[in-house]
C-alpha cells in the first residue's frame, strides 16, 4: 500500500524586502534582480519567527488539512540549515510547541534538497512495517540568520518560510495517490562552491569570523548553476522513467525555487510546457528547504491538483545535493 501526503501547509513571515529595498543597501538594481534570477521580493522573518515557529505555523494547517491530531504523530522529520539552536534539533523544539509527544524527532541537513530528502526517508521508514504509520515532515529556512548582507552576490538571492507536509499509508485500494519514485544523489567533491565556512567545529565562532562574515553563505554562483540545472534533469529522467508514465501526464513540474532560468532550462530540458512549471519565486526567493513545500501547499490550496495528477519535485542544493520525487496526487 503506497504512502501518500496527505496535508500540506505552508507559513511564510509578514516582512517584505523587495528589490528597491535592497537597491539602499548593496550596489544592485531591480532591473539586475528581476531579469538575472526571476526575484522581485522575499519574506524576513523578525528575532521572535525562530525556524521552529515557522514550522509549527505551517505544520498545523498541514494538520489540519490531514485531519490528523499532532499527538498521534508517530516521526517528526525537519530538513534545515537554520535550525532554531546547534542543539536540541529543531525536529524537537518542534515537538515540544506541537504535542507531539509520541513522536521521535530529528534533524536532517541537505540543504535545498532537504524536503526531498526527508520526504524519502519518512516514506522509507512508514513503509517498512506496521511500527511508523504517521509522519511529519517540515523544510524550514531562516536564510536571512545567514546571509551576509554587504554581499549582492547573495544577499539579493534568499528569504525565509516554512513548508510542512504529513505523510500516511493509504487508507484504500481505490485510492491511487501516493509517493511513486525518487532519486536523491550527492557530490561532496563540490562541497566548498556553496557553503558557510564558520560556525561548525572546523572553524568555531571568533570575533575574527565574525568581522570577515565567514559565518554567512558563500557561494560560486555560475558553477552552481550549471551543476544544478544538469543534475536535476538527470534526477527527472530517472524518476520518469521508473514509473514509466509520458513527461506530457505530468501536471505540474515543482523545481527548487532558486533562480527562473534554472528553472526555466530544467523545465524545457525535462520537456514539459512552461505553464505546467510551478513558479513562486519572485515572492519569495530562494527559501532553500522551504522552497518545494511552500510551492506544493500553494498548488494544493489554489486547488491546482486534482486526484489522481502526476507531480514532480526537483531541488538542488549544498552538497552538493540534488534529487527528484515523482508522486500522483
Ligand atoms: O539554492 C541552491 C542552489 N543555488 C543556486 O541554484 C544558485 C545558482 N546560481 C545563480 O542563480 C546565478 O549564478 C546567480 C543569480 C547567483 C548569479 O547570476 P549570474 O548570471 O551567474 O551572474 P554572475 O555571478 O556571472 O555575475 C555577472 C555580473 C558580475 O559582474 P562582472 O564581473 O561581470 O562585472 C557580478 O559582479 O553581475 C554582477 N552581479 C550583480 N550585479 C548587480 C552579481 N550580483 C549582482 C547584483 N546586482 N545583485
Do not use: N, W
Given at each position: 500500500m503506497a504512502i501518500k501526503i496527505v496535508g500540506t501547509g505552508s507559513h511564510v513571515p509578514s516582512r517584505i524586502l523587495g528589490n528597491h529595498d535592497l537597491e539602499?543597501?548593496?550596489d544592485t538594481t531591480d532591473e539586475w534582480i528581476r531579469t538575472r534570477t526571476g526575484i522581485l521580493e522575499r519574506r524576513?522573518?523578525?528575532?521572535?519567527?525562530t525556524p521552529s515557529e515557522m514550522a509549527l505555523h505551517a505544520s498545523r494547517r498541514a494538520l489540519e488539512m490531514a485531519g490528523m491530531d499532532a499527538?498521534?504523530?508517530?516521526?517528526?522529520i525537519v530538513a534545515?540549515?537554520?535550525?532554531?539552536?546547534?542543539?536540541?534539533?529543531?525536529?524537537?523544539?518542534?515537538?515540544?510547541?506541537?504535542?507531539?509527544?509520541?513522536a521521535f524527532c530529528f534533524d536532517i541537513q541537505a540543504a535545498c534538497t532537504g524536503l526531498l530528502y526527508a520526504i524519502d526517508i519518512a516514506n522509507a521508514m512508514i513503509a517498512q512495517g506496521a511500527k511508523y504509520k504517521k509522519a511529519l515532515v517540515v523544510g524550514v529556512e531562516k536564510l536571512s540568520s545567514i546571509t551576509d548582507w554587504k554581499d549582492r552576490n547573495t544577499c539579493v538571492l534568499f528569504g525565509d518560510g516554512a513548508g510542512a507536509v504529513v505523510l500516511e499509508k493509504r487508507k484504500s485500494s481505490?485510492?491511487?495517490?501516493g509517493i511513486?519514485?525518487?532519486k536523491l544523489a550527492s557530490n561532496g567533491c563540490h562541497a566548498d562552491i556553496l557553503q558557510v565556512p564558520a560556525g561548525g567545529s572546523e572553524m568555531p565562532m571568533t570575533h575574527e569570523v565574525?568581522?570577515?562574515?565567514?559565518?554567512?553563505?558563500?557561494?560560486?554562483?555560475?558553477?552552481?548553476?550549471?551543476l544544478a540545472v544538469n543534475e536535476m534533469v538527470k534526477a527527472c529522467n530517472h524518476v520518469i522513467s521508473e514509473v514509466g508514465i509520458s513527461v506530457g501526464e505530468i501536471r505540474w513540474l515543482i523545481p527548487h525555487q532558486a533562480n527562473i532560468r534554472i528553472i526555466e532550462a530544467v523545465g524545457t530540458r525535462v520537456g514539459i510546457a512552461r505553464e505546467r512549471v510551478y513558479v513562486n519565486l519572485d515572492k519569495y526567493g530562494n527559501t532553500s528547504a522551504a522552497s518545494v513545500g511552500i510551492a506544493l501547499d500553494e498548488i494544493?490550496?489554489?486547488?491546482?491538483?486534482?486526484?489522481?495528477?502526476?507531480?514532480?519535485?526537483?531541488a538542488f542544493g549544498s552538497g552538493l545535493t540534488w534529487g527528484a520525487t515523482l508522486l500522483r496526487w
Open positions: 539602499k543597501m548593496v524576513i522573518a523578525d528575532a521572535s519567527e499527538k498521534d504523530l508517530d516521526m517528526v534545515t540549515v537554520t535550525g532554531d539552536r546547534i542543539i536540541p534539533s529543531t525536529a524537537c523544539i518542534l515537538q515540544k510547541k506541537l504535542g507531539a509527544q509520541k481505490g485510492d491511487i495517490g511513486l519514485a525518487s565574525l568581522d570577515q562574515r565567514l559565518h554567512t553563505i558563500r557561494m560560486e554562483g555560475q558553477e552552481v548553476f550549471k494544493v490550496r489554489k486547488g491546482l491538483l486534482q486526484r489522481g495528477d502526476y507531480v514532480l519535485a526537483t
